[in-house]
């Protein structure tokens, strides 16, 4: 929204009350590159919290009132809270929710009633990883349970039920021309989940530099400090940021570790990738942390 709204020429400021933009897929270390794109675009970011609105004549916003006292004069206000499940109606029915809001399903889908799946973005599922529950409203979640829920619904006692094997978490955004991708736990979620875990963070290229458009690209590896095993990866850049977290996702679902990582022979040619991959080089200093 606030890149649409630059583009014609609105000025935007965005007010971040928490841990900073894009809090929930780049960790601390990364977030001053998202945050620079956006002020080198004219978006002003802000750690405040609106606390109230002044109206104007007809109804009309005219400024916002943040917890430190400042006014900002605007003529537009866009609320951006997320997203809530809408379990109204299966609650009324008696359907449990989860720990985090959506409904609580097994891997099939079933919910605690009888005769009753539930699917899409008002369950909450497994993420691979670590077990844990999570609530992931995306639309390739929502395809794949609503895949599992139709063919146990309709099977009628017949065949085998299909099961939801989980999800990694893979999310991407685009930040003006900068790609923004993470996949897996970021840091804290490693180790609040548990996890004896570290981070690595590199500085390399899209493609080999000699030649024109190559991009710096930073990539970030979680990893367990003991086993090496892969937890999460975040990857930004102007080029290939993206489809490179993409690489990374079924090795993620696989547990593999950065020492495995590190040979694997992907794809070199100039005008695509340098001789050694940005996730090569992650894998590389990674494994020079791991510590059996």
């Not at 490693?190 to 590199?202: K, M, P």
């Not at 690209?217 to 850049?237: N, P």
């Amino acid at each position: 929204m606030a890149e649409a709204l630059r583009a014609r020429g609105v000025r935007v400021t965005i007010l971040e009350p928490g841990p900073g933009v894009l809090h929930t897929l780049v960790d601390d270390d990364l977030r001053p590159l998202v945050e620079a794109v956006l002020q080198r675009h004219g978006v002003i970011v802000r750690r405040e919290r609106a606390v109230g609105l002044d109206d104007g004549p007809g109804g009309a916003v005219r400024s916002v009132l943040t917890d430190r006292g400042e006014r900002i004069g605007c003529q537009l206000v866009v609320l951006a809270m997320g997203i809530e499940p809408n379990t109204d109606l299966a609650v009324a029915a008696k359907v449990r929710p989860g720990d985090t809001g959506a409904l609580a399903v097994d891997d099939c889908m079933r919910t605690n009633l009888p005769n009753v799946w539930a699917c899409g973005d008002c369950v909450e599922v497994r993420r691979v990883i670590d077990g844990k529950k999570v609530y992931r409203p995306l639309a390739p979640t929502a395809f794949r349970t609503a895949r599992v829920a139709g063919h146990n619904a309709a099977r009628r006692g017949r065949g085998q039920p299909k099961a939801f094997p989980g999800v990694v978490g893979a999310a991407a955004v685009k930040v003006f021309d900068l790609e923004v991708a993470g996949a897996g736990l970021r840091l804290d979620e490693a180790r609040d989940g548990g996890f004896e875990a570290l981070a690595v963070t590199v500085r390399h290229w899209s493609h080999v530099p000699l030649l024109p458009g190559a991009r710096p690209v930073h990539v970030r590896l979680v990893v367990e400090r003991r086993r090496g095993r892969l937890l999460g990866a975040t990857c930004l850049g102007e080029r290939g940021a993206a489809l490179r977290t993409d690489v990374l996702v079924p090795l993620l679902w696989d547990g593999w570790t950065v020492d495995r990582i590190r040979d694997l022979d992907l794809i070199y040619t100039p005008p695509f990738a340098p001789s050694l991959d940005p996730l090569i080089v992650a894998a590389n200093e990674a494994a020079k942390r791991v510590h059996p």
